[in-house]
């Protein structure tokens, strides 16, 4: 072109603050058909999951692994990020046969026989066959939902992953007592990652009738796993998407490859009267963003205000391009959440950077080995409405 | 192929060939971006999903200092074969070359301000969608044979011509930009979307663990557009413009894409016949990328564990290099992932040809990093953390580097690195020159956590004995080892997990007939004990308010308030206190600075009181 050199000048004119713009308004977008074709024009759908009085969500366990250290070296040791979740010879699919070299048929070939009720007998074949046994937690939170007549409703999300630490976490919390009597109406599980989903057994032994939503995306093994657990209730597959399931309370699935070879996560919606949305989640590897504008984009919710958030608060599902967009600290400010209860993959350093920078974070205890106070730690509750 | 494809996408989304195609491009790119080391080969740099809608995605690719779109258009099923069309897009930085080439109209939106925040979310923006297409990709899956190909179609040069001209507004009043009839746009598309092609067809090779088994290449004749005089923009024949089509197959049976119209066979290629020269040197004929398994991106499990800092000094030829070396191999031996920053501080190391990076990678491999800085460090060891996430950062200073220099520096980075360590090599041999004739060397040792005396076994007994003790009046406390070839275990050297704490040092040996030397200027260190736990915000204050001439306190002690002792640690503008892992039983500091004693004196009284 020949008038390139000019034309590098006045664009730079732009950089500069100095506004330059086309005259007559008649340059080549005016005459595109692009402007009239756009197929997906994101529109509010704005969806009714109707409404609830409160929502209080009790931390069950947020501790999924005691040592970051001795994790990040069995999944290197294994063969990296992208190996099956089910041959790394965690707990409690082991073989002996030590890091990487498991599958998940040889290790439930060990304990099937026990599941869902004999979990102490099952545990001492699981450590004598894993690796790394006591570096293994879980997470789980208790979700109760008042209705608006004031009626309670009760859900699970997640079931831990070690047995032994999340039938402990349970007997402190009183969801064992709580599933006995038939108080728990479901369990969601939110992806197959093993430190949510492995623990699966522990709600069985109290409940092996309770209802089960899982995301679409389980693998052969996974959907096999509740199977041999003993699980004798219903099973939905949640497809992409939303889900309602009860007046205030739906369930969103994003098909998204996530780490170890899972796909797919389920995170809840709840709308809380006169207060707006609240959300719960276990891992969020859809990233917050994406979360918060799929709400905004798929459900009608009070006073259009975002008002909680509880569990944990993925950075971003991937490396973004802009480390320097990338903070998620900035990006949960434009939201204006009311009521921040984060913990498990946020990241302590994350939890406190958004105390610093002014958030209304509720801080924890730091008991029953959760690490720091600036996450809703184990055993902690946080009440929404 | 099954299993390798079950890696990528459940059963559930497999079992739906429309779906499968859809969704086999994000895939590809997510589960290679999952991990540094591959992800870097492969030539990603980052990717996003679009927030807003659920059919784009950005992604930067290494060699492009622009970002790519990708926004799903169509996906369908016939004959149990499944196909997805997705649109590509090229938003280039404002300070691109290949900016020129694309419409004005594109030019001033790529020079304003949200600029970036609009490419987000490109799917939202008609106008972007409308001005920075610049190729088709297609993804076709047949799970009969669990057979995928991907499809790039572009023209080699998109030439848009303005009927009526174009003026553009600027602060020196009107300026036409384009004559009546002139060239407003003239894009090479091909050529733009070449890498990302690349990069997705190598991320294809890796997760498949096959090279593709066929290629083949289409020209046809392209067109060329208009616009202007009221109608709407409009095809023209054009005598330059061929269109060019690329599908590389994988277990792929089924006849291979062909674009429509009057297209050429140009190429026509299938294993095992040898690789067509023109593609010889592609990136996808490899699918094993060794020894990327170890680098791990952190965030993806929600771990925020900050990396350690080791600074590396030395004079020219103490051995730091196989040093290094050694060090890599024993952390890459546990899985353990090191970055290396080889750079003089403030010393411009590159030309900053770099697409505006901070920082050139000039060797990756099984446990390593190898950077050069171009610029700040600062800038640099965030994108490099954030690309890498190494355990470990080890900042390689040359010779004649001042690690006094360098402190005030590394503190202002404690919000990313967990100082550990400067380590500091001499070589037996040449280091009672060195230290005679250079402050510099002197510097180096007094400001060592840890020292090694390397190539031990060419000195004699006395000579190593007199560096000893020289090394000693200037370094009393520092832990020293004597090695070869710079061998020595990480362990040895820091303590398992890096948790060895200093030790109180030892009494000052001087040489015979000789008493410490005393320059003007000189750093010196004093080391102060307490009998007595002491008041934590006392301590605090004090660490606060040490003067600027104070480089290094580092030391154990007892808190009034705590029941184990604290290991302190402190360089200018930042201190830790962290509890020590096991008791010695000793409380002490070490102050190490220009005139220590007395700041050393200050510090003892201000903390008795």
Known sequence: MSDNIKRRDFLKGAATGVGIGLLGAMGLYSYSPMRKSHFQKAERKMADIGVCKSIKVTNISETSWFENAVLMGDIKGAGGLLVNQYDYNWPPFGNGKGLGKGSYEDGMAKIKHLLPDRLDEAWKIIEANCVNVDNAGGYAALIELEQMDGAKRKFLLDSGWSYKWTEECFKREGIDKMLENKEIEALFFSHEHFDHYWGLPVTLKYDPEITIYIPEGFYPEGLQYIKDCGHKGKLITVKPGLQKIIPGMSSYVFAIPIICRVYGEQSLYFNVADKGLVSVTGCCHQGIIRFAETAYNEIKYENDNCHGIYGGLHISPFDDWDPKYDDLVISLGKYGFERIGCNHCTGVLCAKKFITAGYPVIEGTAQYRSKDKAYLGNGDTITFG | ?609
């Open chain 2, 1 to 609: 192929m099954q299993t390798k494809l079950q890696t990528l996408l459940p059963p559930a989304v497999l079992e739906d060939p429309e779906v499968a195609a859809a969704e086999l491009p994000r895939a590809l790119m997510a589960r290679t971006n999952f991990i540094p080391g591959v992800r870097h080969r492969l030539g990603w740099r980052g990717m996003r999903d679009c927030s807003a809608t659920q059919n784009g995605l950005t992604v930067r690719v290494t060699g492009k200092s622009g970002v790519f779109g990708l926004e799903a258009e169509s996906a369908s099923m016939s004959d149990n074969v499944g196909r997805a069309a997705f649109r590509l897009y090229y938003f280039p930085d404002p300070t691109e070359e290949v900016i020129e080439s694309y419409s004005v109209q594109a030019g001033i939106i790529a020079h304003g301000r949200d600029y970036l925040d609009r490419v987000r979310d490109f799917t939202q923006h008609d106008d972007l969608r409308a001005l920075f297409g610049i190729a088709r990709l297609e993804s076709t899956y047949v799970p009969d044979t669990s057979g995928i190909c991907l499809t790039l179609t572009a023209v080699n040069c998109d030439e848009i011509r303005s009927l009526d001209g174009l003026v553009v507004q600027t602060p020196e009043g009107p300026v036409q930009a384009i004559e009546p009839g002139g060239v407003d746009q003239n894009l090479p598309c091909w050529e733009t979307a070449w890498p990302l092609f690349q990069a997705l067809a190598a991320s294809a090779s890796y997760c498949l663990g096959v090279s593709p088994d066929r290629l083949e290449q289409y020209t046809g004749l392209g067109t060329c557009r208009v616009y202007g005089a009221g109608l709407p923009l409009r095809w023209e024949q054009s005598d330059t413009a061929h269109i060019l089509n690329l599908s590389l197959g994988y277990s792929f049976e089924e006849p291979l894409p062909v674009p429509d119209g009057d297209g050429q066979a140009e190429l026509v290629w299938k294993a095992p016949s040898p690789i067509p020269e023109a593609f010889a040197n592609a990136p996808w004929w490899d699918p094993n990328i060794p020894g990327a398994k170890n680098s791990f991106d952190k965030r993806t499990m929600g771990i925020t564990d900050k990396p350690r800092l080791i600074v590396l000094t030395g004079f020219l030829g103490a051995g730091k290099t196989s040093f290094l070396a050694r060090f890599i191999e024993n952390q890459a031996s546990k899985g353990g992932f090191v970055a290396v920053i080889q750079n003089e501080i403030g010393q411009k190391g590159l030309d900053g040809k770099l697409l505006g990076q901070h920082f050139a990678v000039t060797e990756v491999d099984e446990g390593c990093v190898c950077c050069t800085l171009a610029g700040s460090l600062r800038l640099a060891l965030a994108d490099i953390l954030s690309e890498f996430q190494p355990d470990f950062v080890v900042l390689e200073t040359t010779g004649l580097a001042n690690p006094s220099n360098l402190l005030q520096e590394i503190a202002d980075l404690d919000d990313m690195l967990d100082f550990a360590s400067v380590t500091t090599i001499l070589d037996a041999v040449n280091a009672p020159n060195a230290l005679a004739n250079h402050e510099v060397a002197r510097s180096q040792v007094r400001l060592a956590d840890v020292l090694l005396l390397n190539k031990i076994d060419q000195a004699n007994e006395a000579d190593q004995n007199a560096l000893c003790a020289l090394v000693r009046e200037l370094n009393p406390s520092a832990p020293m080892h004597h090695t070869m070839h710079g061998d020595i275990s990480p362990a040895m050297l820091y303590g398992v997990n890096f948790r060895q704490r200093a030790s109180r040092p030892a009494p000052q040996l001087f040489p015979m007939g000789k008493a410490p030397s005393h320059q003007q200027d000189d750093i010196s260190s004093a080391v102060i004990s307490f009998d007595a736990p002491l008041d934590r915000a006392q301590f605090s204050h004090q660490a606060e308010s040490l003067p600027s001439h104070i480089l290094r306190v580092k030391g154990v002690v007892d808190f009034i308030d705590a029941s184990a002792p604290e290991v302190f640690q402190y360089v200018p503008g930042s201190y830790s206190l962290t509890p020590a892992d096991a008791d010695t039983g000793e409380r002490f500091l070490v102050v190490i600075g220009q005139d220590a004693k007395n700041a050393a004196k200050g510090l003892f009284a201000a903390l008795q009181s």
